[in-house]
């Protein structure tokens, strides 16, 4: 069974960081390029960041670009999001979701399995 769990969201000030891991489960990873997505509350879902199946192209939404990195690791099936210099803008809930093939992109309805999202709160 197909299965993305999200974990590392939470509560932090303006400026901390937090990190985000997705584990993947019930499929090969890395046939599957990867991307975070988050929703804050009245607003539509954005992409945030995606990362190819095997690693070597990312790409970033304008808003996260320069504060927050995407990586993976296949071998652990497993995805993270670091996320520096928080602001309270980026407080929302975050989910990440797979798409098959090799590159990515931010369109939500480019992916087809998603996990179940993790808070994230960033305080002023």
């Known amino acids: 069974q197909v299965q993305l769990v999200e974990s590392g969201g939470g509560l932090v000030q303006s400026g901390g960081s937090l990190r985000l891991s997705c584990v993947a489960y019930?499929?090969?990873?890395?046939?599957?390029?990867i991307g975070w997505f988050r929703q804050a509350p009245g607003k539509e879902r954005e992409g945030v960041s995606c990362?190819?199946?095997?690693?070597?192209?990312?790409v970033y939404a304008d808003s996260v670009k320069d504060r927050f990195t995407i990586s993976r690791e296949n071998a652990k099936n497993t995805a993270y999001l670091q996320m520096n210099s928080l602001e309270p803008e980026d407080t929302a809930v975050y989910y990440c979701?797979?798409?098959?093939?090799?590159?990515?992109?931010?369109?939500?309805?480019?992916?087809?399995?998603w996990g179940q999202g993790t808070q994230v709160t960033v305080s002023s």
């Open positions: 979701a797979v798409q098959r093939g090799f590159l990515c992109g931010l369109g939500f309805w480019e992916y087809e399995y």
């Open positions: 019930g499929f090969t990873f890395d046939s599957y390029a």
């Open positions: 990362i190819s199946s095997p690693g070597t192209n990312v």
